[in-house]
């Protein structure tokens, strides 16, 4: 076949005979499609948009306000439900959805039925109990952070570690969460970081997405890993309306990648400062104590035993005041 650009469609012309072709098949409209909804939105159009999706396939959906009923007020992801509708192209970016007429919820969708059945499962084991969830470390010095490495994550997390701890020691174990692969891989590199030696604590993050991303963090085998972990555990997973299992694991839970940075990485500014503060305040109580003494010692009538009894308390503050400055400088040095 010769490449003849004269023979050729345009972007443009191709997109149009698409539509041309979809719009006017019988076959695309009026179809009858039953799913399970996913990533649903609500516009301030008052429009609903969201996918419907099966084990393997999903479509997305356009439900616009003047075909929704009451019933719409109840779909959420997880529903199953069966809609009426014709596909839709939208020409510039030649992407095709299914426009709703009619919906109908059916129940809940079989991924959302197991999921709740393995929560209930791993819920009854106590895996979620609070009395389970180890303390986030103060000063930690070494932090393992598991992402994807085309994550916007990870520039959420450098940002929040240059800002307050810029010497912090970060080990980065690069995974996906898309394809078949995600769990096996997502549980290597958390082991990987997990029996590290030096490692204080884990973030796992991920900057949203469609929730069908987020699968890998309901993996039973990362749950259980994650509630027998050693070291604590911090989710910065990004995903506001559905709390992931591991999530319902971690020892903290944090709602983005940078809030869960902020939680374990310790601010370095702000610890001066109070140490700062903290002295101004010993120099402060030093000099009124020492001059609260000398006036009790002026105005001491008892003798001199009273007055060696005055020094010996005025020398014990300052053994412990010296002690005290000796033990934050110590801590601060240790922080490097």
């Not at 469609?9 to 399970?36: M, R, T």
């Not at 709703?100 to 393995?118: D, F, N, Q, V």
């Not at 009854?124 to 969830?133: C, I, M, P, S, V």
């Not at 994550?153 to 080990?171: F, G, H, R, S, Y």
């Amino acid at each position: 076949m010769n490449l003849d650009p004269a023979d050729s469609y345009s972007v443009a012309a191709l997109s149009q005979c698409i539509e041309q072709v979809l719009s006017s098949s019988p076959q695309f409209n009026d179809v009858l499609l039953k799913g399970e909804i996913s990533n649903l939105t609500r516009a301030a159009s008052g429009h609903i948009y969201f996918s419907l999706k099966d084990e393997d396939y999903i479509i997305a959906c356009a439900l616009f306000r003047q075909f929704q009923s009451g019933d719409c007020n109840e779909l959420c992801d997880g529903l199953q439900v069966v809609a009426l509708g014709s596909i839709m192209v939208y020409v510039p970016r030649s992407q095709y959805q299914l426009s709703i007429k009619k919906i109908t919820p059916i129940g809940k969708g079989s991924s959302s039925l197991e999921l709740e059945r393995l929560r209930d499962k791993l819920n009854a084991e106590g895996l979620f109990n609070q009395e389970r969830k180890k303390p986030v470390p103060r000063l930690p010095r070494k932090v393992g952070i598991i992402t994807s490495k085309d994550s916007a994550a990870i520039k959420d997390i450098l940002a929040v570690v240059n800002a307050q701890c810029p010497e912090m020691d970060l080990v980065f174990a690069y995974v996906t969460s898309q394809g078949d692969s995600a769990s096996s891989n997502m549980v290597q590199a958390f082991n990987w970081l997990a029996t590290m030696k030096g490692i204080d604590a884990i973030i796992i993050a991920r900057g949203g997405g469609p929730s069908e991303d987020f699968m890998v963090f309901n993996d039973e085998y990362l749950v259980r890993a994650i509630a027998s972990s050693t070291k604590p555990i911090i989710t910065g997973i990004g995903h506001e309306r559905d709390v992931c299992l591991a999530d319902l694991a971690a020892d903290y839970r944090a709602s983005t990648p940078s809030t869960a940075a902020r939680a374990v990485i310790p601010d370095i500014l702000e610890m001066r400062n109070g140490l700062s503060s903290l002295r101004t305040s010993l120099v402060r109580s030093y000099d009124s104590y020492r001059r609260t003494i000398e006036i009790k010692e002026k105005e001491d009538e008892l003798g001199k035993k009273d007055k060696e009894r005055n020094i010996i308390r005025y020398q014990a503050a300052i053994v412990f005041l010296i002690a005290l400055l000796m033990l934050i400088m110590a801590i601060f040095l240790l922080r490097g």
